[in-house]
């Protein structure tokens, strides 16, 4: 099975400018491709909305919504975005296309990163969201798999597809849209997001790549959810000794459970993390302290002035803006009374969000409902991914597709996605990669240049150069000769998809020299890309060529490229001999003379009296240079 029959969009041409590539990657709400930009001769990310969500008016506006605010973000560390649009029932963002690996890609090959590795890439993330807020906009969606390290060094935030205008009103139900790992505390409790959910987010992830691990871990959602609004994120150096106590006053600050305690956006966030990456300690100005703890400020067990709220519903509203944390003094002053009451009030959340834990754990963990998370086999061989699959009683579907990045033989894509939870013994489709398709190769010769580029890409393959231009008599300038492959070999009939074609084009007639002046030859070299060069010239003896003239170039018949240096051939006019002396001789002695020289002879001297007549003088006069084949009258004496 090909990777088109699987996917029909994959060869369809998008508002007749973006041709689809292949696919980068699927999500819940769109599918990423790779295309090309017919009109800009570039390569860009298509993200295309799903087909089963076209008729949804409000998800459609949504989506609508992300590029128009994605459009408006114009920064280094952000993904551009540069089209969008409709092409008959699809919807689509056309994005800037990065290769590269994710963060999350680093983290699995190289587990956790090193204290500047983390303020680097986190000096670049936050960048690209502090740009975002400035322009209310939430993310809602921070997590490694949205961090992007391009091969060429850059570091950028894609994937605002969560993303809400800050002082839009957001809904509980699309509050844990995002990924349950870098939720923050209000969003688990009330389903309310702002700026400073965001900064939660990177907490989490500054966190994981100091440790390599996630702080809050658990078999089912609810439970990571629970920690997330119950439990302190730990610091880092409690894990690993790469942490040093400026990053865990960081991590701390950004992971505070009330967003009142953390940065207000990611600005604040990023200029503190400057500080500690000049050098410096944590800035100790008040505005800072008065919302970042120290590093032994109480945990959960002890805190009571702010307790957890209850897990319940909350009226749709947005989250209010930070206010001022209470001064130390008031709260010393908290009653004896009151710390009883909401002592009593954790005491009885924490009891029954435990009951509830404890029910659906039963139920998804060994009841009905158990479901088994699929791993990630992607990129692995298939006989090792067929195995890993039916050891957790999976059943496996083994097709065959193409790829231009996976090795043959080795899982170019799985179905259900990695990570997705399924009852036993349910189906996974997995594709076997076949390596690249071969496709065939375009008649390309006769064509003019751009018109071969332009089937090049049509036929799903890259153009790379102009390999050569060489003089033809008879092909117009710009036409193509030859189509070849990088080692300047002609192509076959099929060849692999994203091949790179070269072309050897006519560079047009080799102009006429012949006739010309020496001067005036070597301008018309000039005026055609080639060089004169007068070491080659050569003098030819000529009859019918004037002395100085040209008769041609030194090279006829060799191939000819531009810019290659040519001599010519001139003419010397005829060449001359010298009349013999035959005076005195015979007539017949005479002749033969004058024949042997090259010239001929006529007499008006009856050819019976030649043996006895004899010459008195000759026309030409002996002596005169003349051409060869010149006639020379001859007078006897007497005449």
């Known amino acids: 099975?090909?990777?088109?029959?699987?996917?029909?969009?994959?060869?369809?041409?998008?508002?007749?400018?973006?041709?689809?590539?292949?696919?980068?990657?699927?999500?819940?709400?769109?599918?990423?491709?790779?295309?090309?930009?017919?009109?800009?001769?570039?390569?860009?990310?298509?993200?295309?909305?799903?087909?089963?969500?076209?008729?949804?008016?409000?998800f459609k506006r949504r989506f609508d919504q992300e590029a128009r605010s994605a459009a408006r973000l114009s920064h280094p560390n952000v993904v551009n975005v540069y089209d969008q649009g409709e092409d008959a029932e699809l919807a689509y963002l056309v994005m800037e296309y990065l290769p590269g690996i994710t963060l999350r890609d680093l983290l699995k090959s190289q587990g956790s990163l090193t204290a500047d590795q983390t303020l680097e890439i986190s000096e670049a993330v936050l960048s690209g969201l502090a740009a975002a807020h400035n322009e209310k906009i939430v993310h809602r969606d921070l997590k490694p798999e949205n961090i992007l390290l391009a091969d060429d060094g850059r570091i950028k935030l894609s994937d605002f597809g969560l993303a809400r205008a800050a002082s839009a009103n957001t809904t509980t139900g699309q509050a844990l849209l995002g990924t349950i790992a870098y939720l923050s505390p209000e969003l688990v409790t009330k389903g309310l997001a702002d700026e400073r959910s965001d900064i939660y987010a990177f907490g989490i992830v500054m966190y994981e790549m100091l440790t390599g691990v996630q702080p809050f871990v658990g078999e089912q959602p609810m439970q990571i959810a629970y920690q997330h609004a119950n439990e302190d994120v730990p610091l880092p150096s409690a894990v690993t000794t790469t942490s040093t106590p400026e990053l865990d006053r960081l991590?701390?600050?950004?992971?505070?459970?009330?967003?009142?305690?953390?940065?207000?956006?990611?600005?604040?966030?990023?200029?503190?993390?400057?500080?500690?990456?000049?050098?410096?300690?944590?800035?100790?100005?008040?505005?800072?302290?008065?919302?970042?703890?120290?590093?032994?400020?109480?945990?959960?067990?002890?805190?009571?002035?702010?307790?957890?709220?209850?897990?319940?519903?909350?009226?749709l509203a947005q989250v209010a803006p930070a206010p001022q944390p209470p001064s130390s003094i008031d709260s010393i002053r908290v009653t004896t009374a009151r710390r009883r009451r909401q002592g009593a009030l954790t005491l009885g959340i924490v009891l029954a969000t435990a009951l509830a834990l404890g029910v659906t754990g039963w139920w998804f963990g060994a009841g009905p409902g158990s479901l088994i998370a699929i791993p990630n086999v992607v990129n692995k061989e298939v006989s090792t991914a067929q195995s890993e699959l039916a050891a957790l009683d999976l059943s496996v579907t083994t097709n065959k597709c193409p790829s231009l990045t996976v090795p043959v033989g080795s899982v170019t894509e799985m179905k259900p996605a990695a990570g997705t939870r399924v009852a036993h013994d349910s189906d996974v489709i997995i594709c076997e990669s076949t390596g690249p398709r071969l496709l065939p190769v375009?008649?390309?010769?006769?064509?003019?240049?751009?018109?071969?580029?332009?089937?090049?890409?049509e036929a799903e393959f890259v153009f790379g150069s102009v390999t050569e231009e060489k003089f033809t008599p008879d092909s117009p300038r710009g036409t193509v000769l030859a189509a070849v492959d990088a080692d300047g070999n002609t192509l076959g009939a099929q060849l692999n998809e994203q091949e790179t074609i070269n072309l050897v084009v006519s560079a047009g007639q080799i102009p006429a020299v012949a006739g010309l002046t020496l001067d005036r030859a070597a301008a018309a070299l000039a005026d055609a890309g080639l060089v004169y060069d007068p070491t080659q010239n050569i003098e030819t003896y000529s009859s019918t060529v004037a002395q100085g003239i040209v008769i041609a170039l030194t090279r006829v018949g060799d191939v000819v490229h531009t810019g290659d240096a040519l001599g010519l051939e001139v003419s010397r006019g005829p060449e001359l001999f010298e009349v013999p002396d035959v005076t005195g001789k015979s007539i017949k002695d005479a002749m033969s003379t004058i024949a042997a020289a090259g010239f001929k002879a006529e007499t008006s001297v009856p050819e019976l009296f030649w043996g006895v007549a004899t010459v008195s003088e000759t026309t030409p006069q002996a002596g005169d240079m003349v051409e060869k084949g010149t006639t020379i009258t001859l007078t006897f004496a007497g005449s």
Do not use: C
């Open 442 to 457: 375009p008649e390309l010769v006769g064509l003019d240049k751009d018109a071969a580029i332009t089937a090049i890409t």
């Open 1 to 58: 099975m090909s990777t088109a029959s699987t996917d029909p969009l994959i060869g369809r041409i998008l508002d007749d400018r973006y041709v689809v590539r292949s696919r980068i990657a699927r999500g819940g709400m769109a599918t990423v491709y790779v295309a090309t930009d017919k009109r800009l001769e570039r390569r860009v990310a298509v993200k295309v909305m799903h087909d089963h969500l076209a008729e949804d008016n409000a």
């Open 251 to 315: 991590v701390r600050w950004a992971t505070q459970r009330d967003p009142a305690h953390r940065p207000t956006d990611a600005k604040m966030l990023l200029d503190e993390l400057r500080h500690v990456r000049s050098g410096a300690s944590i800035n100790p100005s008040s505005a800072f302290t008065t919302v970042m703890p120290p590093l032994d400020f109480p945990t959960s067990t002890t805190t009571v002035i702010h307790p957890t709220p209850p897990v319940e519903p909350a009226p």
